[in-house]
Nanobody, 125 residues
Framework: QVQLVESGGGLVQPGGSLRLSCAASGRTFSNYAMGWFRQAPGKEREFVARISWSGGSTYYADSVKGRFTISRDNARNTVQLQINSLKPEDTAVYYC??????????????????WGQGTQVTVSS
């Protein structure tokens, strides 16, 4: 499995921006499609974005389209999530995850076999 560590979260005012990063180690990072999920208190973990192993394909939840951008650098074993125009409802713990190649569908957390510890994003004035 690949080990994942997220960073870049914090407290930001509505309308602000953050850049989350996920550093991978262990097995060959470029073999994995990667996803970002988030989980707010009392809510289920929800899909945010996904990027293919090559970076050539990206997918987003409707709630973040146009505001969030996922990217990856396979040479540095990192995946990033640029989040702009933040809203209070974006407040959550954000997790990166590595696709394990099963058939649950890319929006389902069960599709992913390795998870980071999460980074807190709080949007508040």
């Amino acid at each position: 499995q690949v080990q994942l560590v997220e960073s870049g979260g914090g407290l930001v005012q509505p309308g602000g921006s953050l850049r989350l990063s996920c550093a991978a180690s262990g097995r060959t990072f470029s073999n994995y499609a990667m996803g970002w999920f988030r989980q707010a208190p009392g809510k289920e973990r929800e899909f945010v974005a996904r990027i293919s192993w090559s970076g050539g394909s990206t997918y987003y939840a409707d709630s973040v389209k146009g505001r969030f951008t996922i990217s990856r650098d396979n040479a540095r074993n990192t995946v990033q999530l640029q989040i702009n125009s933040l809203k209070p409802e974006d407040t959550a713990v954000y997790y990166c995850a590595a696709d394990r190649g099963v058939g649950y569908g890319y929006k389902n957390p069960l599709q992913y076999g390795s998870w980071g510890q999460g980074t807190q994003v709080t949007v508040s004035s």
